[in-house]
């Protein structure tokens, strides 16, 4: 199998990926309860530094947007040196990594920040549940549920906190030995709530218009971009996903303004999880990519269900320079040999993607035919 066009290298800025096989940024739970990343996590990310890009797991840049367990922070100085890490681990293999920045908004639950309100774009709670923090005489394994609670609309001071800790968290990202940060803008988080009309009731200047909708996000880009060159920086989006209770009444036009954004801001490359295979979400009726595509001119990564020939046939057709995977890096370390050769794929254990230690995260083999 050739898969000609997933093995080009592809220049980011004044990096040069080897291939063109993202490792799409995977919440696996391993840093400590004091969201410190481990030796173990320098280890996973080291046994996938052959692709052409990690993306690390979601990265909480402030304590009040952290809502899940053992999940890594860009915070503190503990929480950077923990990094240092895993980049020095990737680096030394190899490879390189960005840093996927984070604020949970409205998806936190009073749990994990001391009693207190979530913060959201608007007073909308989440459908469905999430993973709470674990009870005292907790076993290691499944976590309890807890229903979304209402959030608190953020004032004024709130959002300059939030984009104030992007900024902070770029800066640390660099400290720490990234190559990058990918601001988190998909998937129901904050900034996501902020974009669209179904999370966004705001009747002030962050709300309404797509110009204001997306004026938490330019002020974000501002803080990074102050911090990291925009070269490397990247955007990652989720214009058609409806999980979570997401919805916007246009989001062709609101990807539009967003790709115009990140253009204005010169940035590496925007991450669009659409679904154009298979699996993770509802297929998009209406895709968004070329829309994005046309006025974007930095790299653009598509995400979402990807094998290695339907990620060849999606670049090779001009569509995307890059395919990220999420699910198949999970339980196949060599997932840029096995492509490469056609071998077949492992499946991963999910009672372990979000708790354990090495089990189910660092003991997949490499393929032995
Ligand atoms: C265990 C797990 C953890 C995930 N964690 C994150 C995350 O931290 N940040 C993020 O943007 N997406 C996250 N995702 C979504 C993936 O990056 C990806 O978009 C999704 O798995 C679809 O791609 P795939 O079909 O290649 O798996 C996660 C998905 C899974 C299965």
Request: proline share 7%; net charge negative; glycine share 12%.
């Amino acid at each position: 199998m050739a898969l000609d066009a997933l093995f080009q290298p592809l220049r980011l800025g004044d990096l040069t990926l080897p291939n063109r096989v993202v490792m799409a940024p995977l919440t696996r739970s391993r840093a400590t309860p004091a969201n410190v990343p481990t030796a173990l996590m320098a280890g996973y990310y080291a046994q996938r530094a052959d692709c052409g890009l990690i993306v690390s797991e979601a990265t909480a840049v402030h304590p009040l947007g952290m809502g899940w367990y053992r999940v890594p922070g860009l915070w503190n100085a503990e929480q950077v040196a923990g990094w240092a890490g895993v980049t020095g681990a990737v680096h030394a293999a190899g490879g390189r990594i960005f840093a996927q920045i984070w604020h949970m908004g409205r998806l936190v639950l009073p749990d994990y920040i001391g009693g207190a309100q979530p913060l959201g774009a608007s007073a909308i709670a989440s459908e469905g549940e999430t993973f709470a923090p674990p009870p005292p005489d907790y076993d290691g394994g499944f976590l309890p549920m807890k229903p979304y609670v209402v959030p608190r609309a953020m004032e004024q001071a709130d959002i300059d906190t939030v984009v104030k800790a992007f900024g902070a968290a770029a800066r640390n990202a660099l400290l720490a030995g990234f190559d990058g940060v990918e601001v988190h803008g998909a998937n129901g988080y904050i900034i996501d709530q902020f974009l669209k009309s179904a999370t966004n009731h705001r009747t002030d200047g962050y709300g309404g218009s797509i110009a204001n909708r997306t004026r938490l996000l330019r002020e974000i880009f501002a803080a990074v971009t102050a911090e990291v060159d925009p070269a490397k920086v990247g955007l990652r989006i989720s214009p058609t996903s409806a999980r979570k209770g997401m919805g916007d009444e246009d989001p062709g036009a609101l990807s539009e303004a967003v790709a115009a954004l990140a253009q204005e801001f010169g940035l590496g490359y925007i991450h669009l999880i659409e679904p154009v295979a298979a699996g993770f979400m509802d297929m998009a009726e209406d895709p968004v990519i070329e829309r994005v595509r046309s006025l974007f001119k930095g790299v653009l990564i598509q995400n979402g269900g990807f094998d290695g020939p339907t990620a060849d046939a999606c670049i090779a057709a001009g569509k995307a320079d890059a395919v990220s995977f999420g699910r198949p890096y999970m339980a196949n370390p060599d997932l840029v040999a096995r492509m490469q050769v056609g071998l077949p794929m492992a499946a991963p254990d999910f009672d372990y993607a979000y708790v354990g230690e090495g089990r189910g995260y660092t003991d997949y083999p490499r393929f032995a035919g």
